[in-house]
């Protein structure tokens, strides 16, 4: 059988939901160690979330490293019996195959490690150092994962120069698209108060929703900025609006709103609360606010990484490659801190996180090819 695809296989077998990584990271230091890596473990968390976490790194000749990076968590499967076979029990049909993980992103992570297997075969003195950074905490609320290897690298002062990160990014063929940056998130949750009263003596209570309906439209009609090259507008968005008591005839006294910009390089974290902050107090509001920054918008302009990836891609599949910066978050925020060059390719991510998830099995090889030859463009560049 082909290597790559079995290493797929043995991986989906492990039933790694989140944060469990089931022993996905101890098989593949099993197929680094004899490579040359030194792996090490970094465990992360409370008894009741513990998350693992692999830093393995393999030195070369030069002074430059390239990281691929990916997550062996994977999120619940939903219900098993919708699922036309085990989603922990590998399964080839028509061209497919299906598993949880098999997409996002067991089969990036095998084909990174199977591509570092032969790049080493061909080239056993490279000049690049080649290092992965695997966690468990991807899925999950991503406290106790790659955020603390790159704090842990930081604190060394490990250098990194390149980092593929092994997200699903095709969309409709392999390598039609790769993410070279990410917008931020940023949550905010808004506590309007007012005054509970009888909805027959409003003159008695004051409405919290009432009041809030102004400030949300101007919220929702503001431009927050035009967005740039890489990054569209940055968005604002409702996500739920709680009030009342659940009767009919009660007026609130206070309204809860949650909300969420995603936003590109032309904001930062700090001038979007202040403006909403300035927009909130036009309106006469008594209001608590609370804010989580989920992420901080990264981006790597075309140049050497994007362009060796670019070219593995065009060479292996004659695919010219979209850069694109949409979607969620990605562990790259975090590896972005200490790395210079951040970029996120995968397979198609039509099935991610969906009943039957599947990967193309006519795409495995080729995308184990492509982290191969990207690998080989680096080193050539010392």
Not at 97 to 107: E, I, Q, S
């Amino acid at each position: 059988m082909n290597k790559t695809v079995h290493l797929v296989e043995q991986l989906i077998a492990r039933r790694s939901i989140t944060p469990d990584d089931a022993g996905c990271q101890d098989l593949l230091a099993a197929r680094l160690t004899p490579l040359g890596f030194a792996c090490e473990t970094l465990a992360s968390g409370p008894d009741t979330f513990r998350v693992t976490n692999l830093w393995a790194k393999r030195a070369g000749s030069g002074a430059r490293t390239v990281v691929f990076a990916g997550h062996t968590d994977v999120v619940p499967t939903g219900p098993v019996d919708q699922w036309h076979s085990n989603p922990f029990v590998p399964h080839h049909q028509d061209g497919q195959l299906y598993g949880r993980g098999a997409a996002d992103m067991k089969t990036s992570i095998a084909a990174f490690t199977v591509a570092v297997e032969e790049f080493l075969a061909a080239t056993p003195q490279p000049a690049l150092s080649i290092a992965m950074l695997i966690t468990s905490d991807e899925e999950g609320p991503s406290v106790d994962g790659t955020v603390i290897v790159c704090e842990t690298l930081k604190a060394r002062g490990e250098r990194l120069d390149w980092c593929i990160v092994g997200e699903p990014t095709s969309v409709h063929r392999l390598g039609d698209m790769i993410k070279n940056g990410r917008r931020g998130s940023l949550t905010g949750k808004l506590t309007l108060k007012g005054v509970q009263g009888h909805i027959a003596y409003p003159q008695l209570a004051r409405n919290p929703i009432h009041q809030a309906l102004p400030a949300l439209e101007r919220l929702v009609a503001t431009e927050w900025d035009q967005g740039n090259a890489y990054f569209q507008p940055t968005s604002f968005q409702i996500s739920n609006i709680h009030g009342g008591t659940g009767a009919g005839n009660v007026i609130p006294g206070e309204v809860v709103v949650d909300f969420n910009f995603r936003f590109s390089t032309e904001c930062t974290a700090e001038g979007l609360q202040q403006r909403v902050v300035d927009i909130l107090a036009r309106h006469d509001l008594e209001y608590h606010l609370t804010w989580t920054v989920g992420g901080q918008p990264f981006i790597t302009p075309p140049g050497e990484l994007v362009d060796a990836i670019g070219q593995a891609i065009e060479a292996e599949t004659g695919v010219r490659t979209e850069l694109s910066t949409t979607g969620g978050t990605s562990d790259g925020r975090f590896i972005s801190r200490i790395c210079p060059q951040v970029i996120e390719f995968g397979p198609i991510n039509a099935s991610i996180h969906k009943i039957d998830e599947h990967v193309a099995v006519a795409d495995i090889e080729p995308l184990k090819n492509i982290y191969r030859r990207t690998l080989e463009r680096l080193n050539a560049l010392g």
